[in-house]
């Protein structure tokens, strides 16, 4: 990934949850130590193997959160949208990365060197916080992935996943409007299933009435039910 330019804004750190309780002052000289970055779809912003240690901030686009196995295997923990944050483990404890996050899409962000980064977290009690509490969240995200790979079948699996998907949706009324969704393959690799099941699932929800999942029309009809599936 280049270098990036230096036309960072302190209005363009005000969207981040990270910077908002901050000073203008304040996000003004943070601002001064970032970067900006253009990437393609299929560009690499993380790669497990390489040192760098930045932290990265999603302006536009979407950033695929995955990891190769040794025989090629690709294994989605995630896609991260506008206005997240990801790079902050290595960052913090100066180890490895943890995974390899693509473009999705064009992709627009911005960087902090983990010295400025960690600067920031030491300097202000806001930034401090809304990074423990990022933490915080994806340890509580990951234990309850894990609960539901061994204590729920696949169909129940798919269900999850869909209501983490409808987290991030438009709501209209009763419904929820997905406008980026991952493939039937992706999903599978989030849940360790297989496509074929996945489709077999979505097909029965869909046949249901309870989803409309078909190209440029994903429509969760009746998030109660996907709720009460789960639980039943």
Known sequence: MSRGDSNVSAAMLADFELFQNLETADRESIAKQARRHHLQKGQYVISASNKNRDVFFILKGHVGVCSFSENGKQVQFDQLTPGMMFGELAAIDGGSRSSDCIAD???ELISLS????LEAMYEHQAVNKAVLDRLAGLVRSNMQKVFEFSAYTVAQRVRCELLRLASHGHSRGSEVILFEVPTHAEIATRISSHREA?????K???????ITWRPRTYVIHDVTNLRDGIRS
């Open 105 to 107: 899409s064009e992709l």
């Open 114 to 117: 983990s010295k400025a980064f």
């Open 198 to 202: 996945v489709t077999r699932e979505l």
């Open 204 to 210: 029965n929800l869909e046949n249901a009435g309870v």
